[in-house]
């Protein structure tokens, strides 16, 4: 009984401990980072968000902090393959900025990420230099209602009068014309003029965003997703009139054939109040209604790409080449490591590998891949890159651009681009050729397969083994019943 007991208490603890690393292992795929402990003049402060090897399904809120005023959230993503084995992370991050000088707090907060809450420490941060004086958000007062409404009630006969909107919804691009494969960034907004006096605020937000996504986002495309979480307005000025801009979608597109990308006109319903005609300090002083905002139809040319024999397969962006060789001497039969990595702006998602020229002199095994996106500032940049093992086979001296060579189209210069390897090798010791040649004779017992009998025939085991089979079976039977008889 006592041993029982044992058994079932080391079997509940093992089970409660592969509990326990099976839930530490799933927490430590979300990290919430905070931003560095001082910061200076007009400089920022970030906390990030960041999943790994899993999508960033949903987040809750970021904190507000008293003395950082929300600027908006960027996105990143990173992919790898390693030995066939792919990983990712994929970040949100919030950026702040500092309304003063001083020693900040930044409190403990909670945050739900994925539908499960963490819990971040707090910290205090300094901020070393004044600031300017930030813009004024005119839909801060479209949120606050007047107390005195629930106060007093909402009766009377007031009369309301519609107020003229300074205001606007646009969807704009960076590029009107564009190579197939070429991204544009394309920004849906709502502008509000600085000298807008008419009370308003949105509605209803995600379901309509929902909905006009479904209409614009266009099908012959490759879509980067900003994926702008939380609305903070931004001061711009728009042909020498100064708007505040609130940001609802923005997204890079990679046309993937030359048809034109079309955005329609959609809409977008507001809460826009109309205001008492003659304003009193006691009873209601506006009056709820709704209007909608419509956009302007945006179409993006879409120009097929200049003659090419690879015109088809290319990317398309500016792009540059960082190589990494473990060393330039070799020796045959020496494996040696090699990255071939290609950075800059464009669908870095559509980045294929280099053409390797295959030869008696190298042995080039297939590369790990890993890959970097940024998606920040109105871009999409990023890194691709491509880790060779390779193995030399003939001594000389050789140039790995005759082995690594890749073709893009550059559409800053209008013209195809290639990326070579800029590295030169040494390969010394005696050529193994012919080793190749070896491995692939079977030698002569695989030769006289052709002349050999395929007849089944049955095969029967010997006596010896089934003799010494029943004196194993004996054994166990007389040691099982001694010890039943001994009991």
Same mark, same amino acid.
């Given at each position: 009984m006592l041993i029982a007991t044992l058994n079932f208490m080391i079997r509940s603890c093992f089970f409660i401990f592969?509990?326990?690393?099976?839930?530490?292992?799933?927490?430590?795929?979300?990290?919430?980072?905070?931003?560095?402990?001082?910061?200076?003049e007009n400089q920022a402060w970030t906390i990030t968000v960041t999943v790994n090897n899993d999508r960033l399904r949903n987040y809750d809120n970021f904190p507000d902090i008293d003395g950082l005023q929300k600027r908006g959230t960027s996105s990143s993503s990173q992919t790898s393959i390693i030995n066939g084995q792919?990983?990712?992370?994929?970040?949100?991050?919030?950026?702040?900025?500092?309304?003063?000088?001083?020693?900040?707090?930044?409190?403990?907060?909670?945050?739900?990420?994925?539908?499960?809450?963490?819990?971040?420490?707090?910290?205090?941060?300094?901020?070393?230099?004044?600031?300017q004086a930030q813009s004024s958000d005119p839909f801060r007062s479209m949120f606050d209602r007047d107390p005195r409404e629930d106060f007093f009630g909402r009766g009377g006969n007031q009369e309301f009068v519609d107020v003229k909107e300074e205001a606007l919804l646009a969807l704009t691009t960076t590029k009107d014309e564009v190579f197939v494969g070429e991204g544009?960034?394309?920004?849906?907004?709502?502008?509000?003029?600085d000298n807008n006096r008419a009370p308003m605020q949105f509605h209803d937000l995600g379901k309509q965003l929902a909905d006009i996504l479904k209409k614009i986002k266009p099908a012959n495309c490759w879509e980067e997703n900003f994926n702008i979480e939380s609305i903070e307005g931004e001061p711009i000025e728009i042909n020498g009139k100064n708007?505040?801009?609130?940001?609802?979608?923005?997204?890079?597109?990679?046309?993937?054939?030359?048809?034109?990308?079309?955005?329609?006109?959609?809409?977008?319903?507001?809460? %826009?109040?109309?205001?008492?005609?003659n304003p009193s300090f006691f009873g209601q002083n506006r009056q709820e209604d709704f209007k909608t905002f419509y956009?302007?139809?945006?179409?993006?040319?879409?120009?097929?790409?200049?003659?090419?024999?690879?015109?088809?397969?290319v990317a398309v962006?500016?792009?540059?080449?960082?190589?990494?060789?473990?060393?330039?001497?070799?020796?045959?039969?020496?494996?040696?490591?090699?990255?071939?990595?290609?950075?800059?702006?464009?669908?870095?998602?559509?980045?294929?590998?280099? %053409?390797? %020229?295959?030869?008696?002199?190298?042995?080039?095994?297939?590369?790990?891949?890993?890959?970097?996106?940024?998606?920040?500032?109105?871009?999409?940049?990023?890194?691709?890159?491509?880790?060779?093992?390779?193995?030399?086979?003939?001594?000389?001296?050789?140039?790995?651009?005759?082995?690594?060579?890749?073709?893009?189209?550059?559409?800053?210069?209008?013209?195809?681009?290639?990326?070579?390897?800029?590295?030169?090798?040494?390969?010394?010791?005696?050529?193994?050729?012919?080793?190749?040649?070896?491995?692939?004779?079977?030698?002569?017992?695989?030769?006289?397969?052709?002349?050999t009998d395929n007849t089944l025939k049955i095969t029967q085991s010997s006596n010896w083994m089934k003799i010494g089979v029943n004196v194993f079976i004996l054994l166990v039977l007389a040691a099982s019943a001694y010890l039943i008889f001994k009991k």
């Open positions: 592969c509990i326990f690393l099976f839930g530490l292992a799933k927490a430590q795929n979300v990290q919430i980072d905070l931003g560095p402990n001082e910061i200076g792919m990983s990712s992370s994929q970040s949100i991050i919030m950026t702040y900025v500092p309304l003063k000088q001083g020693t900040i707090n930044i409190p403990s907060f909670k945050m739900k990420v994925n539908d499960q809450s963490y819990s971040v420490i707090g910290k205090k941060i300094k901020v070393g230099a004044p600031v544009f960034t394309a920004t849906l907004s709502f502008l509000v003029a708007y505040t801009q609130y940001k609802i979608y923005q997204a890079t597109f990679f046309p993937l054939n030359n048809q034109n990308v079309i955005f329609p006109s959609v809409g977008l319903e507001m809460i %826009k109040f109309k205001v008492a005609k956009s302007k139809v945006k179409t993006v040319r879409v120009k097929e790409l200049p003659p090419h024999p690879m015109k088809d397969a962006g500016d792009y540059h080449l960082e190589e990494r060789l473990g060393k330039n001497e070799l020796e045959t039969g020496q494996s040696i490591g090699y990255d071939f990595n290609i950075y800059g702006e464009g669908n870095i998602s559509s980045i294929e590998k280099p %053409k390797v %020229k295959q030869d008696n002199s190298f042995e080039f095994y297939e590369p790990n891949v890993k890959q970097n996106i940024s998606r920040d500032g109105g871009r999409v940049a990023g890194t691709k890159s491509f880790s060779y093992f390779m193995i030399p086979k003939e001594p000389g001296k050789f140039k790995l651009k005759d082995y690594f060579q890749w073709v893009f189209f550059n559409p800053k210069i209008r013209k195809y681009d290639t990326l070579k390897s800029q590295q030169i090798v040494t390969v010394i010791g005696e050529s193994q050729k012919n080793q190749a040649i070896e491995s692939n004779d079977l030698g002569s017992f695989y030769d006289r397969i052709d002349a």
